[in-house]
């Protein structure tokens, strides 16, 4: 079955980066427009959100508002993996991260996701 698997995570000061790493196995490419990888994050006590996201074969990227200009999210096909860079991170950013495949970041709402990682703990302190 598909497995998706992170690794990256940990903690920081605030103002300093982090990358994050997830590489995909058994997934294959559909080149539909809902063949998308990306990161959702969930905080203590509140709901998983998306954060950033890529198309698998136009590359096209999605972006939460908290996190556009800081966070860059790539994609390397020949690895099957997609990186997330987080610079300036702040204590907000303190979340497990969790890698997902398929879905479609747009129309609203970036759920259902069909494949999702374990999770990856960052920690930014003040």
């Known amino acids: 079955q598909v497995q998706l698997v992170e690794s990256g995570g940990g903690s920081v000061q605030a103002g300093g980066p982090l990358r994050l790493s997830c590489t995909a196995s058994?997934?294959?490419?559909?080149?539909?427009?809902?063949?998308?990888m990306g990161w959702f994050r969930q905080a203590p006590g509140k709901g998983r959100e998306g954060v950033a996201a890529?198309?698998?074969?136009?590359?096209?990227?999605y972006y939460a508002d908290s996190v556009k200009g800081r966070f860059t999210i790539s994609l390397d096909n020949t690895k099957n993996t997609i990186y997330l860079q987080m610079n300036s991170l702040q204590p907000e950013d303190t979340a497990i991260y969790y890698c997902?495949?398929?879905?479609?970041?747009?129309?609203?709402?970036?759920?259902?996701?069909?494949?999702w990682g374990q999770g990856t703990q960052v920690t930014v302190s003040s």
């Open positions: 058994k997934l294959t490419y559909t080149g539909n427009s809902y063949d998308y």
């Open positions: 997902a495949a398929r879905f479609a970041p747009f129309g609203g709402s970036w759920f259902p996701v069909d494949y």
């Open positions: 890529i198309n698998r074969g136009s590359a096209i990227t």
